[in-house]
């Protein structure tokens, strides 16, 4: 289990952030700072600075941030198709790194658009061929990214709906107004019984109170 998961949002180590806003500046930087260089350093240095940010979003920001990752792969068919990896449950991203993960992927896109379109006004075509090259390979991982987003989350939503209907209901049973218990004659305890029978031999033998007495005394004929 990753334990970094298990620690409270506010109380998250602040590095994985930090590393990701050095390695969104660090191209932009080092582009501004390399203008001035033979034009084959610049491809170099460019390409080399590009691929390293490219590698650290995809591999090692997106899966601390946001806990996600792309990477495609052959199918049985033969076919290359996206998948993505997700950092298991109990990880849940923080606001604020999603927040930071997304803003500045897209602030990078528009700054490297903003300084190729500012390239060709100068009409330096390296430069421009540079940062558009750029701008697509960052433009590239964040498609991806919106794209396995999107298919995480609607994993996420059929994985709950499954459970949900998985779940077994049951519902308790009324109970009916004549029960068994009432229904069940109960056993007679053998003495009651006996004293029931003793009483009525003894009413048997006494003799009958009402008859009339005159009829003992009238002779016989």
């Not at 031999?201 to 007495?213: A, K, L, R």
């Amino acid at each position: 289990m990753d334990q970094a998961s298990l620690i409270p949002s506010n109380k998250r180590s602040p590095v994985p952030s930090i590393i990701y806003v050095c390695t969104k500046i660090f191209p932009i930087l080092t582009f501004l700072n390399l203008v001035f260089l033979n034009p084959i350093v610049q491809i170099i240095v460019f390409i080399l600075v590009s691929l390293a940010d490219f590698w650290l979003t995809k591999n090692v920001c997106g899966m601390q941030l946001i806990g996600l990752r792309w990477y495609f792969e052959f199918q049985a068919n033969g076919k290359l198709a996206l998948n993505f990896y997700s950092k298991p449950d109990p990880f849940v991203p923080t606001e604020q790194d999603s927040n930071t993960f997304w803003m500045l992927f897209i602030t990078e896109i528009i700054a490297w658009a903003v300084i190729a379109v500012v390239e060709l006004f100068l009409r330096s075509l390296l430069l421009f061929l540079n940062s558009t090259i750029i701008m697509l390979i960052q433009l590239f991982n964040f498609l991806l990214y919106v794209k396995v987003h999107k298919l995480a989350k609607e994993a996420m939503e059929r994985e709950v709906l499954h459970q949900i209907q998985g779940e077994a209901v049951s519902f308790p049973m009324a109970k009916s107004d004549y029960s068994e218990e009432e229904t069940v004659d109960e056993p007679v305890d053998p003495d009651i019984l006996n004293k029931i029978q003793i009483s009525d031999s003894e009413s048997n033998d006494q003799p009958d109170t009402n008859q009339n007495p005159d009829q003992d005394n009238q002779p016989s004929v």
